[in-house]
């Protein structure tokens, strides 16, 4: 590659272009270095400052923000963990986008989501006219200080020769795999070859110290055979010599890595069971506390299970919301009527058919559920005690579910009555009645018959307390300044929001309305989370989208208040109930154990009183 003159990422007058970096952890910051070693100007920003000390040393200047870096540059360069934080790098407030002038293009190293990043490509050359070229990397900090580094290329041609000066006094080995995008689908690919291989060598490393031959002397016996790989040459013996200090990557970002290849695979209908395999034996070491760590130090995971004398038993979890029904036996009018409801999710077709505890343990078999907490399906209206006694019976049959939250319309002028019947049942923890919603943020009103404002129905409302039952609350974020009122009135009564209220609009104002609805909604302390229902419809269930909202609501509202629901059968019709709690693993993997606990059984135990 050779870098053409007057390109758009140019200064006038065919001067060296100006870099800018944003994210200065153990890429960033050897990347940083390699460049100020070869000359380059070069201003930096990471948000914890403390990271900028080796750099600013090298002869980096700083900047307040990544709006600043963009102004003071021609290119900007961007290592960072994940979409979400790209996402904000660029488009939050301070972000490149809101910069008066300066870049001209932007150079993601980081490894996110192939789509995000097409969106985010196109956005950004619409809206400020700045070009994006995705180019994960592969090789390593210590490939990076040598100039050694795999680039996997995605974007304009003739916008990657114009970045080609700076990409080849970082990597040895720079391909472009096509439009904007591909480089993340080809990153994908490498991270799929690297963290199975890594397992690989661990096994492998085991195997021979276990056995007993001459651990040492692998790489060299099979350097030429079919077995030989740089992973074998390069990485086998950092794992045999247990040389894990300074580390050449951390565990918890090969395991957000190793999750983001199987929700790109169960995004195209396949199944990968080594990656999955692989992904498994992360999560265990993470689950360990070893999300700082490096990852080739995933041998010590077998060597202290070795010890332990068994592999470490997964955390035990309580779904908070699923639902069961028999078609055959009860009536269900969205799912039995000939005529369709409107759906978030579209067709629901699939859906109608018998879903039963026998369905259901097929479905999350690879999990350690010990309880679930069944919801109101929605069955006959004229006749809402008759769910719970059927759900009785199937439990005292089938052992699921545990407990239940029923029907009761709040509104209704013998409530009254069905709450005392609901409350005699021994399954009966709670009460869910959906209130009148707006179907847009544009169009909510405070006040309207039927919703949390109506007299009527807070005068149904008013008597949970007397019958000792929680409310489960679905509503769309935009009613969430009613939420919080109706807490503050009636401070004796559980609430406990469903679906993750409902964040269906996933652009950056739309994110950052729902995050503003529900900081409000946490300051009552008698309001809990379930985290569900996040599937969008007419695309799978995927871990880029998904994640980064998990991690904002418990962010907000504490881990003490969150509680994981699969909203099984129905979220199926987005992503199997492995995907779903594959994305929730992975958004909490760094939260402590005692942490995970409370969101995968925990709370859960405590708010139904299980």
């Known amino acids: 590659m050779s870098q053409s003159s007057g390109n758009a990422a140019s200064p006038p007058g065919g001067a060296r272009p100006r870099l800018g970096f944003i994210g200065i952890g153990l890429m960033g910051s050897a990347m940083s270095l390699r460049l100020l070693e070869r000359g380059w100007l070069v201003t930096v920003w990471n948000r914890e400052r403390a990271s900028l000390d080796p750099v600013l040393a090298a002869g980096a200047t700083e900047a307040s923000s990544p709006r600043e870096v963009a102004e003071r540059s021609d290119i900007v360069l961007i290592c960072v963990l ?47 006219g700045i070009g994006w070229i995705d180019a994960p990397v592969s090789g390593g900090p210590a490939a990076a200080r040598e100039g050694g580094l795999t680039v996997m290329a995605g974007g304009d041609e003739e916008e990657l020769r114009a970045a080609a000066a700076v990409l080849t006094d970082l990597a040895s080995n720079v391909t472009r795999m096509g439009p904007a995008g591909s480089g993340q689908v080809t990153k994908v690919l490498n991270q799929a070859i690297v963290g199975s291989g890594f397992v690989v060598m661990a096994e492998a490393l085991h195997l021979a110290e276990t056995a007993g031959i001459d651990a040492q002397a692998l790489p060299g016996c099979l350097a030429g055979g079919f077995a030989d790989s740089a992973l074998l040459q390069r990485l086998y013996p950092l794992m045999q010599r247990r040389a894990f200090d300074p580390p050449l990557g951390y565990s918890r970002q090969l395991l957000k890595d190793m999750k983001a290849v199987k929700s790109f695979a169960h995004g195209l209908g396949l199944d990968l069971p080594m990656v999955e395999t692989a992904a498994a034996r992360f999560n265990a070491y993470v689950e360990r506390g070893n999300a700082m760590a490096d990852s080739v130090s995933i041998i010590r995971l077998y060597e202290q299970e070795r010890q332990d004398g068994t592999r470490q038993e997964a955390l035990p ?28 999710y579209g067709d629901y077709a699939a859906l109608r058919r018998n879903y039963l505890p026998a369905d259901y343990r097929t479905d999350t078999a690879q999990y350690r559920v010990v309880g679930t907490v069944h919801i109101e399906a929605e069955f006959d209206p004229a006749r809402p005690v008759a769910e719970t006694e059927w759900l009785e019976r199937l439990a005292a049959r089938e052992g699921l579910p545990t407990a239940c939250v029923a029907q009761a319309r709040l509104d209704d002028l013998e409530v009254e009555a069905v709450l005392a019947a609901q409350a005699e049942r021994s399954m009966v923890r709670g009460i869910r009645h959906k209130p009148r919603a707006a179907a847009r943020p544009e169009e909510a009103l405070r006040g309207a018959s039927g919703s949390m404002d109506d007299p009527a129905w807070r005068r149904g409302y008013a008597l949970l307390a007397k019958y000792g039952l929680s409310f489960d609350l679905q509503t769309p974020w935009w009613h969430l300044d009613a939420a919080y009122d109706l807490a503050r009135d009636f401070p004796e009564t559980q609430i406990i929001v469903n679906h993750t209220a409902l964040p269906s609009d996933r652009s950056i104002e739309g994110l950052r309305a729902w995050r503003a609805a529900l900081a409000g909604l946490a300051r009552a302390p008698n309001v809990a989370l379930k985290i569900s229902g996040l599937g969008l419809p007419d695309q799978p269930w995927r871990a880029a989208l998904n994640v980064p909202v998990i991690r904002d609501a418990i962010t907000l509202f504490g881990a003490d208040r969150c509680l994981f629901a699969s909203n099984y059968p129905v979220d199926s019709l987005a992503g199997s109930f492995d995907v779903i709690m594959d994305g929730f693993l992975q958004a909490i993997a760094d939260r402590t154990e005692a942490e995970r606990r409370q969101l995968l059984h925990d709370n859960a135990v405590r708010l139904y009183r299980l």
């Open 317 to 344: 979890v309580i779904d908070a919301h699923q639902h069961f029904w028999n078609l055959s036996e009860n009536y269900h009018p969205w799912l039995c009527d000939a005529e369709p409801v409107p759906f978030r």
């Open 82 to 128: 994940d979409t979400r934080a790209v996402e904000d790098c660029v488009w939050g407030g301070s972000g490149v986008a809101a910069a008066a002038g300066g870049a001209r293009l932007l150079i993601d190293f980081s490894t996110i989501d192939a789509d995000a990043t097409r969106t985010f490509a196109a956005r950004l050359r619409e809206h400020r």
